[in-house]
């Protein structure tokens, strides 16, 4: 199935039917890529992390939302969004007392 004409509402849909189809959570993370990256800017310079890395925590963060059916109802960009800040605000945190 091409995924590439649906919106995120739809994609996320599909991904809590299916929260083991990559292909849906791959293409979920490509829209979801900006937000991350815009996100993840705030911490680059603290956090010894690189681009993978923080793609592969909106992938984690994606497939625990799907996986436990957090989101409800609304924009789910909107619940990300929100969702990715408070995760690398928590690893940011984590990093710093542990070092």
């Known amino acids: 199935m091409d995924y590439t004409s649906l919106s995120v509402e739809v994609l996320f849909a599909e991904l809590l039917k299916h929260p083991s189809d990559s292909p849906v959570l791959e293409e979920l993370a490509q829209r979801m890529r900006p937000i991350i990256m815009t996100e993840a800017l705030k911490y680059r310079s603290q956090l010894p992390f690189d681009t993978d890395d923080y793609m592969q925590e909106g ?22 969004t929100t969702a990715i800040r408070f995760r690398f605000s928590n690893l940011y945190r984590d990093y710093v007392l542990k070092n």
């Open 59 to 80: 992938r984690i963060l994606l497939w625990q939302i799907a996986l436990k059916k957090i989101y409800r109802r609304g924009c789910f960009t909107r619940y990300f």
